[in-house]
């Protein structure tokens, strides 16, 4: 059995807490917030005894949980991270690993030399379609990838504990709060990491007239984010979160050099076709142009046993993570893709603020580029 703290227990921490109630060998045996009313929802929601703590530090202290997922505030992470990697207890930390640069290789230095494992929470890439897409594509499925577009068009930011995720100051901004997971999907489906970024974007629509400690919300609602690698190949962002009647909120396209594949949420379904063969251009006909063997199909994991708010892939992280736990494995994701996934987001907020194309050597130190 492994014992499971969760410190940070507001949405995203009952979350984990949710997904872990469906999964054998695990138990959530104490949890921590600084918020009362946070902690008594999260003890309704464990199934069975849990001991609660106002900080932290308790929690790591207490001898009664041989792991810690950290969901607190993004502007904490660093504080509960430097803490909690000076135990052996396995961590699990929800995105984005911190809110700058400087937070970031602060925390990969702190967990080098550490038994536990540390796995950086980033979990798209186990949506079920999305998973579909990707070994369709590092099957070759594509030939050589050229073009990754991701578009999301979704309603905005939910409100949370002390407004927190209403300022660009406590969240690193929307482009890392919740565009990391797209930056980390870019990369892992390319194989590459981005040498330049160029964003467009503002806050046109949302939280507009909210103001809080005299201070209003500065969170841009909608942009797009342009990535280039090294090789030639490209990706692009295209977020609008003032969109909550679209049908499939989260799309993906990956075209390469001998076709196409598609993935749809919540629809489920994954669309991928080869391309006719090309031969010679100037003698292409209409029917030449035409995608060979469009195959449409859902996709779905049976294993799934809690959907919850990311189609099942908190679960089949989650899963993941026990295992590695269990087998002393190394982490699916790493604190430097973590690194990475903040550093894009970053570039694409500066790319804005100084409406220029920004160098991601700009943004992180040599050697990382």
């Known amino acids: 059995m492994v014992r499971y703290g969760v410190i940070g227990v507001g949405a995203m921490g009952r979350e984990h807490i949710e997904n872990l109630k469906h999964i054998p060998g695990t138990s959530v045996t104490a949890i921590s917030d600084p918020f009362p009313e946070s902690l008594e929802r999260a003890k309704g929601v464990v199934a069975g005894e849990v001991k609660s703590f106002s900080n932290h530090n308790d929690l ?35 995105k984005p690993l911190c809110t700058t640069i400087e937070d970031c290789l602060s925390v990969i230095n702190w967990s080098k030399g550490r038994t536990g494992i540390v796995w950086m929470g980033l979990e798209y890439r186990y949506m079920p379609p999305v998973a579909e897409l990707i070994r369709i594509v590092h099957g070759g499925g594509v030939g050589e990838v050229h073009q ?72 841009l609602d909608s942009a797009y984010v342009i990535l280039e690698y090294a090789s030639g190949k490209r990706a692009m962002l295209d977020l609008c979160m003032f969109a909550e009647n679209t049908v499939d909120k989260e799309y993906i396209s990956v075209t390469g050099s001998e076709g196409k594949v598609e993935s749809f949420l919540p629809s489920l379904e994954v669309r991928y076709g080869k391309r006719a063969s090309v031969g010679n251009f100037k003698e292409w006909t209409y029917a030449a142009r035409q995608t060979k063997d469009l195959e449409i199909k859902k996709v779905w994991d049976d294993s799934i046993e809690y959907l919850g708010g990311h189609y099942g892939a908190s679960y089949l992280e989650h899963k993941k993570f026990h295992s590695a736990i269990l087998e002393g494995k190394k982490p699916d994701v790493t604190l430097e893709e973590g690194l990475r996934s903040v550093a894009v987001g970053l570039a694409a907020h500066k790319s804005i603020d100084e409406a220029r194309p920004v160098l991601m050597s700009e943004v992180l130190p040599a050697g990382w580029n």
């Not at 790591?60 to 000076?86: E, F």
């Not at 002390?162 to 890392?176: A, E, I």
């Not at 870019?186 to 939280?207: K, L, Y």
Request: hydrophobic share 35%; proline share 4%; net charge negative.
């Open 148 to 219: 990754v577009t991701i578009r999301e068009h979704r309603e905005p930011f939910y409100p949370k504990v002390g407004d927190w995720n209403r300022f660009r100051s406590k969240t690193g901004g929307t482009l890392v709060e919740k565009c990391c997971h797209y930056f980390n999907l870019m990369d892992h489906i390319s194989g590459e990491t981005p040498v330049r970024v160029f964003a467009s974007g503002g806050q046109r629509v949302n939280f507009l007239d909210e103001v809080y400690d005299g201070k209003t919300s500065d969170m």
């Open 60 to 94: 790591l202290n207490s001898g009664l949980v041989d792991a810690v997922i950290i969901a607190t505030p993004n502007y904490t992470h660093v504080d509960v991270l430097r803490d909690t990697l000076a135990t052996s207890l396995h961590v699990f930390i929800e």
